[in-house]
């Protein structure tokens, strides 16, 4: 310690911890120590703060832009990406011809935000964009035959994509034989031969030349609208009867879909999520606002904001409710309407909140039952029988955070002869790349989705085929990546762990995928005053050797060792969490969100 600031870790078996209470090592991110002098002279930064970013790849040339990211200095053309000016024509022709239009979108947030953006350009445009959401129970993922079928018959002539569409082969060539044009503005991994649509706009489509496969695609959808712009401005639609729309005003929702899809922060995604999330701030979204309001939140919008509190009432709709309400909310313009769907989505959540830890429960019992979990497994493939498949998701999810490999979890409904999935992964791991192989392999019957997350329908009975497969497809690179280990920024005791360091290290906000929040480590520190809350959370205070006193909160810990040996209290251990604010009663403190510990006394071997 130096003047009660943060110090950087030296050793690489960080305190010596081998094996902490959630199995993992710990360990100093590598940092080059003369960039880090460098970095620190140039900005005027603390080491630790400087040490953070050159850990996170962040030199002399990009630290501008990383410290300061904006839209202007990072914006790419939308040019680059295959098909997007092709797609703004069609769009503005429809507009200037009148040609009937409909909004194809996913059910989540990632599809309720880009489907939300796009409606509110064209009725700032005076027309109003119907929107189609699938219904997840009775129609899957993505476009049908059926469902365009439905289209074309109320009327439209043209479709949009949104979030979906990228391997609808089958449903887009129906569209043709119907008379439907089909535009698909997607992210998720795609094959080589894209489907036959009129444009297919996807960063991740093979041989496009963005450089922007981490956006979600309400990235990509705000890249349209600036496309839009253009060509209409080309056009001279812009005038003194109808100004120009200054997209800014929606790059709430942008940042929301790029949180809650679970996006790579970095370069440019960084920068609209952080100018996106500068702009929710003002809560001039009737939607959110009012989504806000039912989850008695408050104050500037951060990660959390979009995570934790509204990505998961929006989802609750397509998970467990009708699956249009997400996009409602977020493009309606009437404050009573946000109101009610905002109340009904807060329900919902309620009601999605009490099926996922039944499921939870259910699937952890079968991995944990003899024989079911193999350790050294590279994938986690659990199923169970009427599981709901609006939840496997985020359970999925909850098991990844536990025995830290990816993880497919699978409701099976024996009825119709089907299981529906949905996996997670860990970084490093591309799933949707081995799910789509899974599915070209035959095992599927649909399938696909992207690194970080992916969604299949499978058979019943080739629910061990599609184990098998994924063991040997993802073993490579599990095995790269090696075992997980805890990556600490910096060294502090409790009385350094204060408002002043938490602000200090907010210069490098927004945290997510690929700029991830730092860890602090604190050694030698007593459990105090602990206490099991509802959920399965423990509140702690983390004593020091001189008696300063640091609030803590450990999540869905207490049926863990981690959380078992905090409730039993007793000696001192090594402590690694992330600071957060705790500004209950205008306090204006942090406490410690726990991450892992390490009891001196046993982790050696």
């Given at each position: 310690m130096a003047d009660g600031h943060a110090v950087p870790v030296a050793d690489a078996a960080f305190l010596g911890v081998t094996r902490s209470l959630s199995g993992r090592a710990w360990r100093e991110r590598a940092a080059d120590a003369a960039v880090v002098r460098d970095l620190s002279r140039q900005y005027a930064l603390s080491e630790p703060l400087a040490r953070a970013l050159v850990a996170r790849g962040v030199d002399q040339s990009s630290a501008r832009d990383y410290l300061q990211p904006t839209?202007?200095?990072?914006?790419?053309?939308?040019?680059?990406?295959?098909?997007?000016?092709?797609?703004?024509?069609?769009?503005?022709?429809?507009?200037?011809?009148?040609?009937?239009?409909?909004v194809f979108a996913d059910y989540d947030v990632d599809g309720a935000t880009s489907a939300a953006q796009l409606v509110r350009w064209f009725r700032h445009?005076?027309?109003?964009?119907?929107?189609?959401?699938?219904?997840?129970?009775?129609?899957?993922?993505?476009?049908?035959?059926?469902?365009?079928?439905?289209?074309?018959?109320?009327?439209?002539?043209?479709?949009?994509?949104?979030?979906?569409?990228?391997?609808?082969?089958?449903?887009?060539?129906?569209?043709?034989?119907?008379?439907?044009?089909?535009?698909?503005?997607?992210?998720?991994?795609?094959?080589?031969?894209?489907?036959?649509?009129?444009?297919?706009?996807?960063?991740?489509?093979?041989?496009?030349?963005?450089?922007?496969?981490?956006?979600?695609?309400?990235?990509?959808?705000?890249?349209?609208?600036?496309?839009?712009?253009?060509?209409?401005?080309?056009?001279?639609?812009?005038?003194?009867?109808?100004?120009?729309?200054?997209?800014?005003?929606?790059?709430?929702?942008?940042?929301?879909?790029?949180?809650?899809?679970?996006?790579?922060?970095?370069?440019?995604?960084?920068?609209?999520?952080?100018?996106?999330?500068?702009?929710?701030?003002?809560w001039a979204n009737p939607g959110l606002k009012a989504l806000l309001e039912v989850a008695k939140g408050q104050g500037a919008a951060s990660v959390f904001h979009a995570g934790f509190i509204l990505g998961p009432r929006i989802n609750a709709g397509g998970r467990i409710g009708r699956s249009d309400l997400g996009a409602r909310l977020l493009s309606?313009?009437?404050?009573?309407?946000?109101?009610?769907?905002?109340?009904?989505?807060?329900?919902?959540?309620?009601?999605?909140?009490?099926?996922?830890?039944?499921?939870?429960?259910?699937?952890?019992?079968?991995?944990?039952?003899?024989?079911?979990?193999?350790?050294?497994?590279?994938?986690?493939?659990?199923?169970?029988?009427?599981?709901?498949?609006?939840?496997?998701?985020?359970?999925?999810?909850?098991?990844?955070?536990?025995y830290r490999k990816p993880t497919i979890v699978i409701g099976i409904d024996r009825a119709a002869g089907i299981a529906k999935g949905s996996g997670r992964s860990q970084p490093g791991v591309n799933l949707g790349r081995a799910v789509q192989a899974a599915f070209e392999a035959g095992i599927l019957m649909a399938g696909g989705g992207h690194a970080m997350a992916a969604g299949l329908t499978v058979r019943p009975d080739s629910i061990p085929e599609l184990r098998a497969f994924l063991e040997e497809a993802l073993a490579g690179e599990m095995a790269e990546i090696g075992p997980e280990a805890v990556e600490i920024d910096a060294l502090v005791q409790p009385r350094a762990a204060n408002r002043a360091l938490w602000t200090e290290f907010q210069q490098m906000a927004p945290f997510g995928p690929g700029n991830v929040e730092p860890l602090f480590a604190l050694t030698g520190v007593r459990p105090e005053r602990v206490m099991a809350l509802r959920g399965g959370h423990v509140r702690v205070d983390l004593v020091g050797p001189s008696g300063d006193r640091l609030k803590a909160m450990s999540w869905r810990s207490a049926e863990t060792d981690l959380g078992r040996r905090l409730l039993a209290g007793g000696g001192a251990l090594h402590v690694v969490g992330r600071l957060k604010p705790d500004d209950y009663m205008g306090r204006e403190g942090v406490q410690l969100e726990i991450e892992d510990a390490a009891d001196p006394r046993m982790w050696t071997e």
């Amino acid at each position: 310690m130096a003047d009660g600031h943060a110090v950087p870790v030296a050793d690489a078996a960080f305190l010596g911890v081998t094996r902490s209470l959630s199995g993992r090592a710990w360990r100093e991110r590598a940092a080059d120590a003369a960039v880090v002098r460098d970095l620190s002279r140039q900005y005027a930064l603390s080491e630790p703060l400087a040490r953070a970013l050159v850990a996170r790849g962040v030199d002399q040339s990009s630290a501008r832009d990383y410290l300061q990211p904006t839209l202007k200095a990072l914006f790419p053309d939308p040019s680059s990406f295959t098909d997007m000016d092709r797609a703004a024509e069609i769009l503005i022709d429809a507009l200037v011809q009148g040609r009937p239009t409909m909004v194809f979108a996913d059910y989540d947030v990632d599809g309720a935000t880009s489907a939300a953006q796009l409606v509110r350009w064209f009725r700032h445009m005076g027309v109003e964009l119907p929107i189609y959401i699938p219904d997840r129970l009775k129609e899957g993922y993505g476009p049908s035959p059926a469902a365009f079928k439905t289209i074309r018959d109320s009327g439209a002539e043209l479709v949009v994509t949104l979030d979906c569409g990228a391997a609808a082969y089958d449903a887009i060539a129906s569209a043709a034989t119907i008379g439907l044009e089909v535009v698909v503005i997607d992210h998720h991994l795609m094959r080589e031969d894209p489907p036959a649509a009129a444009a297919v706009v996807n960063p991740n489509r093979p041989g496009c030349q963005s450089g922007q496969g981490v956006l979600a695609a309400a990235g990509v959808t705000f890249i349209l609208l600036v496309a839009l712009n253009r060509e209409a401005r080309k056009r001279g639609l812009f005038g003194e009867g109808r100004l120009e729309p200054d997209l800014r005003q929606w790059l709430d929702l942008t940042a929301l879909g790029e949180v809650c899809d679970v996006t790579q922060l970095v370069g440019f995604n960084r920068a609209l999520t952080a100018t996106g999330l500068k702009v929710m701030s003002k809560w001039a979204n009737p939607g959110l606002k009012a989504l806000l309001e039912v989850a008695k939140g408050q104050g500037a919008a951060s990660v959390f904001h979009a995570g934790f509190i509204l990505g998961p009432r929006i989802n609750a709709g397509g998970r467990i409710g009708r699956s249009d309400l997400g996009a409602r909310l977020l493009s309606t313009d009437d404050p009573l309407e946000a109101q009610a769907l905002a109340e009904e989505l807060d329900e919902l959540n309620t009601e999605r909140k009490a099926v996922e830890a039944a499921v939870v429960e259910e699937a952890a019992a079968i991995l944990e039952r003899g024989s079911n979990f193999d350790p050294e497994a590279p994938v986690i493939v659990v199923a169970g029988e009427d599981w709901h498949p609006g939840v496997v998701g985020i359970v999925a999810s909850r098991l990844r955070e536990r025995y830290r490999k990816p993880t497919i979890v699978i409701g099976i409904d024996r009825a119709a002869g089907i299981a529906k999935g949905s996996g997670r992964s860990q970084p490093g791991v591309n799933l949707g790349r081995a799910v789509q192989a899974a599915f070209e392999a035959g095992i599927l019957m649909a399938g696909g989705g992207h690194a970080m997350a992916a969604g299949l329908t499978v058979r019943p009975d080739s629910i061990p085929e599609l184990r098998a497969f994924l063991e040997e497809a993802l073993a490579g690179e599990m095995a790269e990546i090696g075992p997980e280990a805890v990556e600490i920024d910096a060294l502090v005791q409790p009385r350094a762990a204060n408002r002043a360091l938490w602000t200090e290290f907010q210069q490098m906000a927004p945290f997510g995928p690929g700029n991830v929040e730092p860890l602090f480590a604190l050694t030698g520190v007593r459990p105090e005053r602990v206490m099991a809350l509802r959920g399965g959370h423990v509140r702690v205070d983390l004593v020091g050797p001189s008696g300063d006193r640091l609030k803590a909160m450990s999540w869905r810990s207490a049926e863990t060792d981690l959380g078992r040996r905090l409730l039993a209290g007793g000696g001192a251990l090594h402590v690694v969490g992330r600071l957060k604010p705790d500004d209950y009663m205008g306090r204006e403190g942090v406490q410690l969100e726990i991450e892992d510990a390490a009891d001196p006394r046993m982790w050696t071997e």
